[in-house]
């Protein structure tokens, strides 16, 4: 199945209305529906927190607020984190990745990050089976690649 090319020149442009930078918003390579990944994390642990979706207007709202804004995609509005639940997301700092189509938000977490209540999203860890041969389970792999 061919894949077709995203490449920020030819990405879908933004889904609804924007103040974000044009340059920044020339830089993101969104999904068809106008958005991209938001991976967050806690600015004092690291802890990878939740992944939610942003489009231009909530990037823009988020880095010019310095809370956390994103995308419902099932609400179809704009929600800050912590509004109603009070468990705040605080901005430290954000950073898009190498292809544009995912951004790293750090946050200072007040409370749970989680809608069920927890720190974090990512709290049901999956078996791995196919680990590298000779690889201590959970260590991550070689990333200089094989030896010459």
Known sequence: MPVPDLSPATAPGPARPSALDPAVAA???RNPDGLVAAV????DSGDVLMMAWMDDEALH???TTGRATYWSR???EYWVKGETS??????RSVA???DGDA???SVDQVGAACH????TCFSDPLPVTGAAPGAAPGAAPDSAGPST
């Open 74 to 76: 099932s609400r179809q």
């Open 40 to 43: 967050v994390r806690a600015d």
């Open 61 to 63: 709202r988020t880095l």
């Open 96 to 98: 898009l990745d190498c």
């Open 86 to 91: 009070g468990h705040h997301q605080y901005v």
């Open 103 to 105: 951004v790293l938000v």
């Open 116 to 119: 069920t209540g927890d720190w």
């Open 27 to 29: 830089r993101l390579r």
